[in-house]
């Protein structure tokens, strides 16, 4: 790998990581289109520069984390399920779906078609409650900042929460469509969900990349000063990115539903499959 892939893959990363889009899929399918052999090396790199989005997370949110303990103990309900499942599943995800772009494009397809079934029947039954949830939430928030989001999400619903996140050790579901998805249908308004999964992604990003590279401690002893140039280049534009895309992806919420990235999911699967049939 070159310092521009670097750069590349670390910009989808950034860009992808909060989009119920699937950074892994995006990561995954742009290493093939770059010609990228899928080694060992590329696989953790593709796992550890999601460090960089989280910590883009850490520097938006520290003043909410750092001030509720009550919300640590939520997103530790949620990430329990989560990390319960994927250390059962760690080694045939790893070795049999990682690669499979067949498994991605059907992943971007269903998950996209979920998306948008579920706005079109879901979300417009419960249109009128979550708005009214999310104004009581706004004004919870305006007079305790550090205290809106633990007051709106229940210890139950966190877990919950993380037994839908826990799908996304699928390659091509996306961890935010999962969460997202399972926190509307649990009843919660979508800044609040939308929010919540930017927090959950902390431990559960950390405990995914950590797993990595304790299982892949071999490989990473033979790095040479290249490969370690490349992941920091990537890990700095993944941070750069993410933030962005963070502030985007909340300003899209309040004013837009997820059908456009349920579309999107789904000219992206149709075009994996075209490209994997020539």
Known sequence: MTVFHGLILGLIEGLSEFLPISSTAHLILAGEWLRLPSSEFFKTFTISIQLGAILAVVVLYWKKIWHSWELFGKIGAAFLPTALIGLIFYKIVKNYLLDNNYVIAGSLFVGGLVLIIFEKYYSRKQTAEILSAEEENNEKEKEDKGRGLEMNVSYKQAAGIGFFQALAIIPGVSRSAATIIGGLALGIGRKNIVEFSFLLAIPTMIAATGLDLYKSRATLGLL???????????????????????????????????????????ALALIVMIWLRF
Do not use: C, E, P
């Open 224 to 266: 040479v000063g290249q490969d370690l140039t490349v992941w920091a280049i990537g890990f700095v534009m993944s941070f750069i990115t993410a933030i962005i895309s963070i502030r985007f992806f909340l300003n899209f919420i309040q004013k837009h539903n997820f059908t456009f990235f349920g579309w999107y999911r789904m």
